[in-house]
Each structure stands twice: as C-alpha cells, then as structure tokens.
C-alpha cells in the first residue's frame, strides 16, 4: 500500500515537469495548428506600461519602444503611473512634450497594475495593444514579429520570448534563465496545439476588441489570455519577439516575486475553472491542469513521496537509491545557499537550488490562498 502511494505520488509529483512537456511535444507534431503570418500586416498599436516609481527606467524603455522597425504613424504609446512619486511623471511627461505619440496617464491613489491597465485602455486607440514593463528593452523588430500573427483571424493574443540576462552572474539568476528555456520550448508546443497557457507580461499582444476588464487583484498576465481563450480566440507564443530582462540577484528578491505570481496563479485559477471543464474545452483544459494547476501543487505530492520513500528502504534497492538521491539533492541545495566558490558555480547545484525556490515559494502561497490573502500592490522588480 506504501509502495503504491509512493509511485503515484512520484509520478504526479514529476508530471508536469517531465511527462506534460514530452505529451505536449508529441501531440504538437501530431496536431501541429499552423498560424498564418504575415510580415506586411501592420495594424495600429498602442504600447501600454504600467508603472511605479520606475524613474530609473522609464526613459529607456519608452525610447525603445518609439525607435520599433514599425511605421511610426501607426505606433503609439501610454505610460499608466500608478501615484509614482519619484519623478516618473516628469520624465513621461518631458518625453510626451518631445513626440506627440507619447502619453501620460495617472491613476490616483495609487491601485495596482491591473487596474492601471483597465484605465489605460478607456483610452488606448491601437487595434492591437503591446503590453511592455517599464524596464524591458525589445529587439528592434520586436513588435513587428508579435503583430505580424495578428493576420490570423483565429489569433487573439500573442506572448513573446523573455531573454533574461545575468549579467553578475549570481545563483538565482542562473536558474532563472534555466527555467525560462525550458518554459520556452513548452510554449513552442503548446501552440502547435492550439494556444499557450502561461506568457511573458513584458512583451505580450492583444486585440483591443477582447480585452476584458480585471478586478484589481488579478493577475493580467494569467487572467487575460485565458479570458482570450474563453472567447474562442488562440493564445500564442512567438520566439521571434524578443525582449531582454536583467535577472533577480537576490534569493530573497526571487522567492518574493515567484511568491506574489503563485498567489495571484492560484487566485487566477480558482476565478477561471470553468476552463478546466474537457467537455466544453478539451485538449486545454488537460494543458491548463498539467501545466498551471499540478505544477504549482507538485510540491506536495514530492514532499510526500520523499517522506514516504525513507518508511521503504527494507524493500529494495530502488528506494535506497532513492534516499541518497534525496540526500545529494538536500546537500545540493544547501551548498548553493552557503557557498560562493566553484561548488555554487556547478549547473546541478543552480539548478536544484532554483527547483527548490519554486516549490518552496508554491507551498507558501497556497498557504496563503487558503487563508484568502490577496495581493494587488507591491515594489518595482530589481534586477
């Protein structure tokens, strides 16, 4: 009965990170949807950033976002400070004076980015609108290739590729850009499928006509596109829309930010669990089970398994084999915490102590959730 627990709990523990992505990949090839692009498609675009105190930023990423490879007569862009106290608003508003496609909005008092959102698109005119943070620097043709799957009428929204960059080349940064590779290549087939279940809020696209409106505390990168979804559009990924983002640095910084996403995940998929439903839709449902729900609770099942495998060490070889598995993983984790030299440089080490993160930073917020925390504000991320 132990024994039996114990490979369920395994295999339900390890399924989202091993099993969904090889199903996903094979029944990718298998249904492969094809998107029709088209690089001569250029709509109009709003770019829309909502921002905090991100004066150090702010100029930079607006700058980047005017200097696109795409007709300046059709892009536009809105900066959302939601109260920013540090200077923001005269840099926005010095930048706006310089070109007329620039424009400053202020959410007084101060309520969050998805609220911020909601005001901005009472006065977005784009028929596409580019969601970018206020410290996120695109390719060059970065807009261009999101829009250019717009001229796929089944399209409703678009998610770029995130490149992050670690340039301290710090413990938290290293597995952080592990994990975006991997999230990367399951978005690759899960588009062949049909649509994607999680994007990149800095550089993501929608059609003006299916944005709906958030409550504050939901989470626009999760809430969004699966509204999308709901109303029969395609959520998509394309690699070919790049944007660059300097890494956390801090392992307190990480575990705070990776905390904040779980909780408002979890919130996000309590508020759309009709998707869960196969009979209405289908192959996303399975997806959205296996990639957001399990994958957010797989450290339960792992916790349990480990508890479970050290009751089994008299009945064989594989469960022994299983505790120092355990072991060298719990030593991995603690050397990455501790240590500075080569032992912290070696990619398992990075790798384990970033898995360890996320599934630490899981387990807090379904405490969280379960309590009914909800969260709407927090600081600027850092790099």
Same mark, same amino acid.
């Given at each position: 009965?132990?024994?039996?627990?114990?490979?369920?709990?395994?295999?339900?523990?390890?399924?989202?990170?091993?099993?969904?992505?090889?199903?996903?990949?094979?029944?990718?090839?298998? *249904?492969?949807?094809?998107?029709?692009?088209?690089?001569?498609?250029?709509?109009?675009? /709003?770019?829309?950033? !909502?921002?905090?105190?991100?004066?150090?930023?702010?100029?930079? /990423?607006? &700058?980047?976002?005017?200097?696109?490879?795409?007709?300046?007569?059709?892009?536009?862009?809105?900066?959302?400070?939601? !109260?920013?106290d540090d200077g923001t608003d005269e840099i926005?508003?010095?930048?706006?004076?310089?070109?007329?496609?620039?424009?400053?909005?202020? $959410?007084?008092?101060? $309520?969050?980015?998805?609220?911020?959102?909601?005001?901005? =698109?009472?006065?977005?005119?784009?028929?596409?609108?580019?969601?970018?943070?206020?410290?996120?620097?695109? *390719?060059?043709?970065?807009?261009?290739?999101?829009?250019?799957? #717009?001229?796929?009428?089944?399209?409703?929204?678009?998610?770029?590729?995130?490149?992050?960059?670690?340039?301290?080349?710090?413990?938290?940064?290293?597995?952080?850009?592990?994990? =975006?590779?991997?999230?990367?290549?399951?978005?690759? !087939?899960?588009?062949?499928?049909?649509?994607?279940?999680?994007? %990149?809020?800095?550089?993501?696209?929608?059609?003006?006509?299916?944005?709906?409106?958030? &409550?504050? %505390?939901?989470?626009?990168?999760?809430?969004?596109?699966?509204?999308?979804?709901? $109303?029969?559009?395609?959520?998509?990924?394309?690699?070919?829309?790049?944007?660059?983002?300097?890494?956390?640095?801090?392992?307190?910084?990480?575990? &705070?930010?990776?905390?904040?996403?779980?909780?408002?995940? #979890?919130?996000?998929?309590?508020?759309?669990?009709?998707?869960?439903?196969?009979?209405?839709?289908?192959?996303?449902?399975?997806?959205?089970?296996?990639?957001?729900?399990?994958?957010?609770?797989?450290?339960?099942?792992?916790?349990? !398994?480990?508890?479970?495998?050290?009751?089994?060490?008299?009945?064989? =070889?594989?469960?022994?084999?299983?505790?120092?598995?355990?072991?060298?993983?719990a030593l991995l984790v603690l050397s990455a915490?501790?240590?500075?030299?080569?032992?912290?440089?070696?990619?398992?080490? &990075?790798?384990?102590?970033?898995?360890?993160?996320?599934?630490?930073?899981?387990?807090?917020?379904?405490? *969280?959730?379960? $309590?009914?925390?909800?969260?709407?504000?927090?600081?600027?991320?850092?790099?």
């Amino acid at each position: 009965m132990v024994a039996t627990l114990f490979w369920v709990l395994l295999i339900v523990g390890i399924y989202p990170y091993l099993i969904y992505p090889l199903l996903a990949r094979i029944i990718g090839r298998l *249904r492969s949807r094809t998107v029709r692009q088209r690089d001569d498609f250029l709509p109009t675009v /709003t770019v829309i950033t !909502a921002a905090f105190n991100e004066a150090g930023h702010i100029e930079g /990423t607006v &700058r980047n976002k005017l200097t696109q490879d795409y007709p300046a007569d059709k892009l536009d862009m809105m900066v959302v400070s939601d !109260a920013s106290d540090d200077g923001t608003d005269e840099i926005v508003s010095k930048l706006a004076r310089e070109d007329v496609r620039v424009r400053l909005v202020r $959410q007084e008092p101060r $309520q969050g980015k998805t609220s911020g959102l909601n005001l901005a =698109m009472r006065h977005a005119s784009g028929e596409i609108i580019v969601f970018a943070d206020a410290n996120s620097i695109y *390719r060059p043709d970065a807009v261009r290739m999101l829009l250019r799957n #717009f001229a796929d009428p089944a399209v409703g929204y678009v998610t770029g590729r995130m490149l992050y960059v670690n340039p301290d080349n710090s413990l938290v940064g290293d597995g952080c850009t592990a994990y =975006m590779r991997l999230e990367n290549r399951l978005r690759v !087939a899960e588009t062949r499928i049909g649509s994607v279940v999680g994007v %990149d809020g800095g550089i993501d696209a929608v059609r003006r006509a299916l944005y709906r409106p958030m &409550r504050a %505390d939901q989470l626009p990168d999760f809430v969004l596109p699966l509204s999308v979804v709901q $109303q029969g559009a395609r959520v998509i990924y394309e690699a070919g829309a790049v944007l660059t983002e300097e890494t956390l640095t801090s392992e307190v910084a990480e575990h &705070r930010m990776r905390v904040r996403v779980a909780l408002r995940a #979890f919130w996000a998929l309590w508020d759309m669990r009709a998707l869960l439903n196969p009979f209405r839709y289908g192959l996303f449902s399975w997806q959205l089970l296996s990639h957001k729900v399990l994958r957010y609770l797989s450290f339960a099942p792992l916790a349990l !398994a480990a508890l479970f495998n050290w009751f089994l060490l008299p009945q064989g =070889m594989v469960y022994q084999v299983g505790a120092v598995a355990q072991c060298i993983f719990a030593l991995l984790v603690l050397s990455a915490s501790r240590s500075t030299g080569p032992l912290a440089a070696w990619g398992p080490v &990075r790798y384990c102590h970033y898995f360890f993160l996320l599934n630490w930073a899981s387990s807090v917020a379904l405490s *969280r959730f379960l $309590q009914g925390d909800r969260q709407v504000v927090w600081q600027p991320r850092v790099g």
